[in-house]
């Protein structure tokens, strides 16, 4: 049985980011270290956080006045911040800059009191936080768009005062085919400057898409609530192909791979590389040979940590 490793996989520069936050906040100012929401979806990320003395809450009002708090990944809406600036709490923003993009282009849009389509999975903390962004005051309004099929019940007052912008880690291929049908409707309508579905999250679906072009089964590294990772496996559904997502090796079936000559390995934005080594291994273990990694795009792209955390900043930081 060959193994095929997806190029690239797993962390982006975003979650690289977010989780040296964690890290480094604990190192300099000791736990607990409070973070609302996940900060990034990966179970065994956070349950090693959670072990260096992170404390994950959903709402401000679970942070202790004087505590310290860090925002997700995924951003916070403007409520959220504001709240935080009230209480007085200190905060680390750990906002993938990326959405913070899209966060300017929401609030740029509700200065020029536009209607504004945001594509996105309703719940998810990125697509709240995004929403939350947009400043009704002005005249404007936003309102989600999660299918081709809700484009035709939408009801917008001014097309030709019409945006979009969109989640960043959704499915490019599904993206593509509601801007279409959004266009078909409201050909004026206004794009973002530049791409919002975000380098990692297209990267790591054409790695994909290439790796299906040569194996029988797809195994996803990533957790159930990682959006990214769920679009991953949702590519072999369109390729006819069984893809399974995964904790870890923990949750491989000996079953799903009885006659595949070929196995697919990726991880999602948010898994750690350790988790596809254990995979792999497990793998091996049952009869599989050492793994190929396929050529794919390289990646360069790193984000700075906020001054405060940044190794001479904190030292000045400590001394005093």
């Known amino acids: 049985m060959r193994i095929l490793l997806a190029n690239p996989r797993g962390f982006c520069a975003g979650v690289d980011r977010a989780i040296e936050i964690v890290e480094r906040a604990i190192e300099l100012f000791g736990a607990p ?3 609302r929401h996940e900060v990034v979806h990966n179970k065994s990320v956070v349950d090693r956080l959670r072990a260096l003395g992170a404390v994950f809450v959903q709402e401000l009002d679970e942070v202790p006045d004087s505590g310290t708090v860090i ?3 995924h951003g916070v809406s403007t ?7 009230r209480r007085g709490l200190q905060v680390f923003d750990a906002t993938c800059p990326l959405v913070t993009k899209v966060h300017m282009e929401v609030a740029r849009f509700a200065r020029e009191a536009r209607e504004v389509i945001l594509i996105g999975h309703e719940g998810h903390p990125e697509v709240e936080g995004t929403m939350g962004r947009f ?3 002005g005249g404007g309004r936003i309102v989600l768009v999660q299918s081709v099929e809700d484009v035709a019940a939408l009801q917008i007052s001014m097309p030709e005062r019409l945006a979009f912008v969109t989640q960043t880690t959704l499915s490019v291929d599904d993206t593509a085919a509601i801007v279409e049908a959004l266009r078909a409707r409201f050909p004026a309508m206004q794009a973002p400057r530049h791409e ?8 790591r679906q054409d790695a994909v898409k290439q790796l299906l072009g040569e194996c029988d089964v797809l195994i996803v590294v990533g957790s159930q609530s990682s959006s990214n990772s769920n679009r991953l496996r949702e590519l072999a559904d369109r390729a006819g192909i069984p893809g399974h997502l995964v904790d870890g090796a923990a949750g491989l079936n000996r079953a799903w791979f009885a006659h595949a000559r070929v196995v697919g390995v990726t991880a999602g934005a ?3 590389e350790t988790l596809v080594r254990e995979v792999i291994e497990q793998l ?5 040979e050492l793994p190929q990694e396929l050529q794919g795009r390289e990646e360069h792209v790193v984000f700075a940590l906020p001054r405060a955390l940044r190794p001479r900043e904190a030292g000045a930081l400590r001394s005093d």
């Open 79 to 85: 409520a959220v911040q504001v709240e935080a600036e």
């Open 196 to 203: 919002d579905i975000c380098y990692a999250t297209q990267n």
């Open 135 to 137: 400043d009704a005051s």
């Open 33 to 35: 270290i409070y973070v």
């Open 270 to 272: 948010s898994a750690p």
């Open 284 to 288: 091996r273990s049952w009869g599989g």
């Open 71 to 73: 925002f997700s990944a």
